[in-house]
Each structure stands twice: as C-alpha cells, then as structure tokens.
C-alpha cells in the first residue's frame, strides 16, 4: 500500500515531519515562466498544511507539494479532480491547468535542493466557511456539495487510494490504541463506536474526498463557491466522507452540547436510508448537516433546556 498523506511513505519519510518546500519569490517566478509561459511580477503564498501554495497573478494557484509526498497519490490528486469535473461539471472546484508541452505534473527542485513535484490550479473565489459563522441555509448546501463529491467520485479507481491513511475513519481503533491513551473518554467512545467501525467494510464504498470540511469548503456571500484541497483522497465507506463533514460542522457549532445533540439524535437510519444513488445521498447529506446546526441551536434556547 502507498502510505502517502499521511504518514511515512516507501522511503521511510514522512510529510508531516519533513519541512514544507522553500522556494524563493524569484525562483517562483522562474518556474511558473518556464513551465507555464506565465509571468507574475507578485507571487503570493498561501496557508498550507504540508505543502506551498503561491497564488499567481491572482488567477492561479501554484501547488508544489511536500518533497515527502508520494507521486503516486499527487497523480491521484490531478486524475481525481478531472473525473469529478467530468461526472459533475457544475461542482466547483479547481482545474488543473496543463503545461504548454501538455503535461500536468512537473518535476522541481527546491532552494534546500529536495525534489518536489508541482502543478498549477485554477484559483476560486471564496473564504473558508471555517472563518463566517454558519447557518442553517449554508450548512445545507455543504451537505448538499459533499453528497455531489461523494456521488462524482463513484466510478473513479486510482491504485494510491487504497493507502494506509491516519484520517480514514475506520482505523479510529488502532490509531487511539498507538496513541499510548489507556483511559478516560475517548477509550470509552472507542468501545462505543468500534462495532460501527467493523461494519464500515460492508457499505457502500469507493474512493472519497474525505475533507469536504469548513477549512476546505469556500463560500462568498451565502453561497458555497468552492471545494479545495483533494490531499486526502482515499478508498473508504461513504459514510465516512459524511462523517467528516458532519464532525466539522458540530465542532463548528458546538460546545458543551456536543454530546448532548450526539446522544440525543435519532438515528441517521431512521431520517433516510444509505443508498448509493445521487437523489437519497444528496437529500441525506444535507439533512444532517443542516439538522446539526438546528440541534444545537434547539438545545441553547432556555425553552429547550427547561423541557428536555
């Protein structure tokens, strides 16, 4: 398996722990000049986790990923993107944008001379809903737009996305059991939740954006204007992908209700059914998002709190 994203790759490296690529202003600007016949007076980095972004000339974004990163999972990254644009054209997110030679991936070496590889987006419009408070209009259409990215990846196969990934779900138990924790909470919330886990591997799966967060989910105005950052893609349930969507938006809205609307909700089963077709996945997508928002909303009223 490519382990990738993640966690240490077939060289024994890991991205978390290597350095982000550096790259000079002017350096910059060679590259995009003699990769892309673009000329950008003012490149301008962007917040990255693991990588370099660089906007570029306000219409481009210049992704130069961690000198750790597996190819394999960078190439699953461009091909990912072009089927879902390809499944679902009106889903906004970036396109990668091909060399003059044609190709979309180039190989660079950055200024502390590690190999990386590079690849130019288009840029969106948008700020991270993560940074605007969220409402029950905006949370329906992240649920909505995660449902349109779980749906578009349907039929799409890469071999890198069957990695070893820290974020899939359904390794929840064996990442808290190497974490050294022995008590408390969160091995009491392990206990809980593993059987669901262990059933994870009969439903519906394929390969899932599983990011579709508030960090990477841009709005303007009320209105979702684009889903970024396709790092960790990975073969996994689909209701994973959910998941990570809805935990984002508790945490988002929560506090200490938390585990008041957790404990409390009915379940998801008995609102809609899982079942793979775009309709059902979308209608369920946006109900529990939108239905986490009016849960925490109901329970900090004083009226709900006197009469729960």
Known sequence: MTTGTAGPDDSGTDVFAEPAPMFSLGHLREVV?????????????LDSERDLNVLIDGRFVLKVSNPAESADVVDMEVKGLAHVYAADPGLPIPATVASPSGGS???????????????????????????????????EQIGATAARMSVALQGFFHPAAGRTLM??????????????????????????????????GTLPSGVQHADVTLTNVLAESDTVSAVIDFGDMHHT????????TLTSVLRKVGGDDYGEYLTSSPPASSRAPMQPTPCTWRTRCSRD??????????????????TS
């Open 289 to 306: 998002t939108a239905g986490a928002v009016r849960s925490f909303g109901a329970s900090r009223s004083p009226v709900s709190r006197r």
């Open 237 to 244: 349930a689909a209701v994973c992908d959910l998941a990570a």
């Open 105 to 139: 991936i180039v190989h660079l070496r950055d200024d502390a001379g590690r190999d990386c590889l590079a690849r130019l987006i288009t840029f969106l419009p948008g700020t991270p809903v993560e940074n605007r408070p969220l409402d029950i209009g905006l949370a």
């Open 33 to 45: 000049r003699e990769h892309w016949e673009l000329e950008t007076p003012d490149p301008r980095p």
């Open 167 to 200: 974020w899939d779900i359904r390794r929840m138990p064996s990442v808290l059991a190497d974490s050294g924790i022995e008590a408390g909470p969160l091995q009491k919330l392990a206990a809980r939740v593993t059987p669901a886990l262990e059933a994870a």
